[in-house]
Every structure is written in C-alpha cells, then in structure tokens.
C-alpha cells in the first residue's frame, strides 16, 4: 500500500522550532517531488513548501520563507520540514503529499498531489 506518515508536531512557544517527518511505504519517494500543506480550523488548505524528487529544487509560500526549510533523504524514504521562529499564524495541522505520477520538479496544480498522511498538529501559542 501506499502511505505517507507526518510526525513531529506539538506545542511550542512563539520563537521556538519544530521538525515534522513524512515518511512514506508502499512507493520509493525519490521518483516523486513531495509538498507540505497545512490547514488551520476555518481556513482553506495552504500549500507550505515542496521540494523536487532529488532535493536539488525547493519552493516556499510567501509566508514561511526564511523560516521554514525542507529537506529529503531519499535514502530514509523521508521528507522533512524544519520549522523555526514559529509564530501562532502557523498553527495547523500539517500534511505531506505525493502526486499521482512521478516527476522531478514540484506540480504547479495542487490537484495533482493525491497521497496524504493523516496529518500532524503544530500549536503555537504561549
């Protein structure tokens, strides 16, 4: 089967850091470019960051830039997220994604990213 399993969130102080983990079975994540989401309660879904199948090209959303990095050890068959000056903004449930088919680079269409993990909660307040 394929699957992909997010952990690492929890609660955190405004300023303080958090890695979230997505690794995956069922498929080799090397052949496929992985995306981080997020959705706070009330809020549409928000696309976070990707990162293209060999790590070589990444991308972040305007309001996570200098803050966030993502990062891939295909090895580990594990994409990470590493979270620093968190701010209580950031807050929400975070998912990773694969598309439907392999690729390198990241798919501009959110569509086409099909394969969820169940998700993990980042709290940021004080």
């Known amino acids: 089967q394929v699957q992909l399993v997010e952990s690492g969130g929890g609660l955190v102080q405004p300023g303080g850091s958090l890695r979230l983990s997505c690794a995956a079975s069922?498929?080799?994540?090397?052949?496929?470019?992985i995306r981080w989401f997020r959705q706070a309660p009330g809020k549409e879904r928000e696309g976070v960051s990707c990162?293209?199948?060999?790590?070589?090209?990444?991308s972040y959303a305007d309001s996570v830039k200098g803050r966030f990095t993502i990062s891939r050890d295909n090895a580990k068959n594990t994409v990470y997220l590493q979270m620093n000056s968190l701010k209580p903004e950031d807050t929400a449930v975070y998912y990773c994604s694969a598309p439907r088919q392999l690729g390198t680079g990241c798919y501009s269409s959110d569509a086409m990213y099909v394969y969820w993990g169940q998700g993990t909660q980042v709290t940021v307040s004080s």
């Open positions: 990162i293209s199948n060999t790590g070589k090209i990444t």
């Open positions: 069922g498929f080799t994540l090397g052949y496929f470019p």
